[in-house]
């Protein structure tokens, strides 16, 4: 059997066999956005990392150094926010080609330290080596989150709506435009690109939304909307129901689609790395919520669908026809060469 | 400036500004063998990283995926141990490039897990992506230690006696064995490329060393001994000397430098990667100290030569002569390409 066959997703299961072997504490292992352990009677410590190589994850002559470190660091921050958690100290590893400047390093930290600052972030530590080709970082960072908070993965019931913290979409169609070597000659493709190389963590919708009794289940949309709320569904052994005109596109999208001929929703579908956070509340509480994100945070929070019994994900257009979603968004060894 | 001129420290004081911005409750921060802050009133959590790259730090043709494994932790589980601590928590990320098989990689992991299990180590998460070419491993573990019990690189004091907690330079030989493909045609050449490839994390040793008062200033055999023990003198203030008829040569590098014609103690002072701990014990507490691991360990706790006033670092021969020690061990960036 070859990785390819099995997938990303098969082989975290394979190697996720005999990994835990002292259970006490540990609330959260393989399998959700971040692990969580207990640190103290009241609180819980989070861990994620994420290994960002070159020519898979980024092109070093299409991002700037400061973007590059900032995506490296907001890719790890919202998986804390996912949790419902603060983040508190980050570890940067990088491993460097010799042609790769000393200036470019420069600014790949100048872009962590920035984006750490806003969230009062410490760099702790990490490690520093030499690499033959393409230049890799690896960040981790350590959170924390009250106990009786914390956002999983498996928490969706039946009925609960279903929310994103923003657009979806926009991050995809800056790639496009880096792949295709498309000149960003409007302002709405220029946010298209920021979108995709400077994704602003929803840490403080997280830790808002974790707060609100009847937050039920939360994972950030890094590989596309339909994988994501596919964990959620599989984790939490239910299924979904999407409305195709209730998917938040944003006007640059739309824009974008219009011009180059794509379909906005399948773009939304499909689209990784928004890193927005997909969110489950039950029906009783969802409204209330909503508004009082929408105080919070001066703009909406998106409901898209809700969680069904059926195991099934499907999406329904507004003249009433239905089509099943398949799950679409990123799978490492599985996905052809697109990068 | 170019990094091959500051160096890999250098390049780490660089970058090392402005990283620490929320420094309550931060113990330690970046430059000992893992970050330390406090985790609850009595304790300290431990977190650090390590990042290895195919043809940087190893040739997927000359080690086994359990090696691999095995030693991606262990070089993690060792700068837990040169804090004094507690190993808990695992995370392991790794980019993998088609040409790696589905064996190789499961071999990885049981390395990992078998070295995991034997210190009671969760492996709790990590990523999983591609790469283009080179295989690449990041583990993260998280350790826990006793608030006063934290073993640190600038607790050295003049007249400290220095430790070793087992041989140097095995590894170097190891590497030598690899690099060049001699055949390990002997009992004594086999154990040198264990050395190398499955280098055992001396935690027991630093919880040892770490609960007895009077053992100050601790370090892991990474990048060499007049390396290591050069930051420990840098951090502390002072400098040292050491004997080089103390320096704890194996029958086994005896034998392969009798063999190859290399000197022994220029071996083990430059050779890195022997993961044995490096400590300074106050001369009051230093023998009894010595005697209490021999009886707890049944091996010696070597003594290798004393902390002084003197920012200098001495090699003394048993005839009297001295030389000054430079530090010869591993900077990434400046080392010439002899991998």
């Not at 070859?2 to 005999?18: A, P, V």
């Not at 989150?145 to 929310?163: G, K, W």
């Not at 974790?210 to 937050?215: L, N, T």
Request: net charge negative; hydrophobic share 40%.
């Amino acid at each position: 059997m070859s990785l390819k066959e099995i997938g990303e997703f098969g082989f975290i299961k394979k190697i996720s066999r005999g990994c835990l072997i002292r259970p006490e504490n540990i609330v959260k292992a393989i399998g959700d956005d971040a692990a969580a352990f207990r640190s103290d009677p009241d609180q819980l410590a989070l861990i994620t990392t994420d290994l960002l190589v070159e020519r898979i994850h980024f092109l070093r002559d299409a991002i700037s150094g400061f973007d590059l470190g900032y995506k490296s660091l907001a890719v790890n921050l919202s998986d804390i926010a996912a949790m419902g958690g603060t983040a508190r100290e980050a570890f940067v590893s990088i491993a460097i080609p010799d042609d790769c400047q000393l200036n470019y390093l420069d600014d790949i930290y100048d872009g962590i330290k920035d984006l750490a600052a806003e969230f009062d972030v410490n760099v702790l530590g990490g490690d520093t080596t030499r690499s033959k080709i393409d230049l890799i970082i690896n960040i981790v960072v350590q959170g924390i989150v009250p106990s009786t908070e914390l956002l999983c993965r498996d928490a969706a019931r039946p009925s609960d709506v279903i929310y994103s913290t923003g657009f979806l979409g926009d991050s995809k169609a800056g790639l496009h435009l880096i792949l295709n070597q498309i000149t960003a000659d409007a302002e709405g493709l220029t946010s298209l690109l920021k979108a995709h190389n400077r994704p602003y963590p929803h840490l403080n919708e997280g830790r808002f939304l974790a707060r609100q009794p009847g937050v039920r289940a939360a994972i950030d949309t890094s590989d596309g909307l339909s994988s994501d709320l596919g964990h959620i569904a599989e984790e939490s052994k239910v299924g979904a129901r999407l409305y195709a005109d209730k998917i938040p596109i944003s006007p640059n999208l739309r824009d974008f689609c219009d011009r180059f001929g794509f379909d906005p929703v399948d773009y939304a579908l499909s689209g990784g790395e928004d890193y927005t956070l997909l969110c489950t509340i039950s029906p009783e509480r969802a409204e209330e919520i909503a508004n009082a994100f929408e105080k919070e945070f001066k703009r909406p929070l998106f409901a898209i669908g809700e969680i069904t019994v059926a195991k099934q994900f499907t999406l329904i257009y507004p003249d009433g026809r239905t089509k099943p979603i398949a799950p679409t968004g990123w799978d490492h060894f599985k996905a052809k060469e697109n990068e």
